[in-house]
């Protein structure tokens, strides 16, 4: 499976964009790029996906590079509830790649 | 409509025990996939389900099993409870190969 990097914290200030970062430079061409993020106490939750052009929809935008191999989450106006460990996982089409593999993901703090 | 249910949410057992779990996918929703969760390893696979069979296992030993219902609903099943075995466990449905995974809210497993 295609490996991702993320850092393993950050932090923002509520009302603020938030841009949380991601490296996958072994991706192949049908790795879709998907995140999640868990909020405390909680299981993981789905954000949002793409495969090569940026997407957006009501919880946040994903921008990814022109060449695949990094893409970012784009949390337009952090609030309080959006506090939570953030997970960017790349996941095959048509392939047998339908277990999820999370490395450690992003701890995201928000600050009132 | 009805998101995924898991129960029950939190159990207390002891080394040797066995213990089952259950995971209501959403309706309609034919995959069942399960995730251990600890602090050290973070989320791991354990396997996955489509229409009753196993399509996929992760690295863990054969004292942890599954299983589909027909009616998608879906059990596992850890013998022989050890220590190590301490951990949130987590169900995900989806409708089909490589869509976005849904996750309940996990049973918190603590084995003394």
């Known amino acids: 499976d295609a490996k991702t990097t993320q850092p393993n914290s950050m932090e923002s200030n509520e009302e603020e964009p938030v841009h949380l970062p991601c490296n996958h430079s072994t991706i192949s061409g049908t790795d879709y790029i998907h995140w999640y993020r868990q909020l405390p106490s909680q299981g993981p939750e789905y954000v949002i996906h793409g495969l090569t052009s940026n997407v957006n929809n009501r919880m946040a935008s994903l921008a990814i590079a022109e060449d695949r191999k990094s893409s970012t989450l784009i949390l337009h106006r952090a609030t309080l509830r959006d506090a939570a460990v953030y997970y960017c996982?790349?996941?095959?089409?048509?392939?047998?790649?339908?277990?999820?593999?999370f490395g450690k993901g992003t701890l995201l703090t928000v600050n009132p | 409509k009805a998101g995924v249910t898991q129960t029950p949410r939190y159990l207390i057992k002891t080394r040797g025990q066995q213990v089952t779990l259950s995971c209501s996918p959403i309706s309609g929703h034919r995959s069942v996939s399960w995730y251990q969760q600890t602090p050290g390893q973070g989320l791991q696979f354990l396997f996955e389900y489509f229409s009753e069979t196993q399509r996929n296992k992760g690295n863990f030993p054969g004292r942890f099993s599954g299983r589909q219902f027909s009616n998608s609903r879906s059990e596992m099943n850890v013998s022989t409870l050890e220590l190590g075995d301490s951990a949130l466990y987590l169900c995900?449905?989806?409708?089909?190969?490589?869509?976005?995974?849904?996750f309940g809210p996990g049973t918190r497993l603590t084995v003394l």
């Open positions: 995900a449905s989806s409708w089909g190969y490589t869509d976005t995974q849904y």
């Open positions: 996982i790349l996941i095959r089409s048509g392939g047998s790649n339908y277990k999820l593999t």
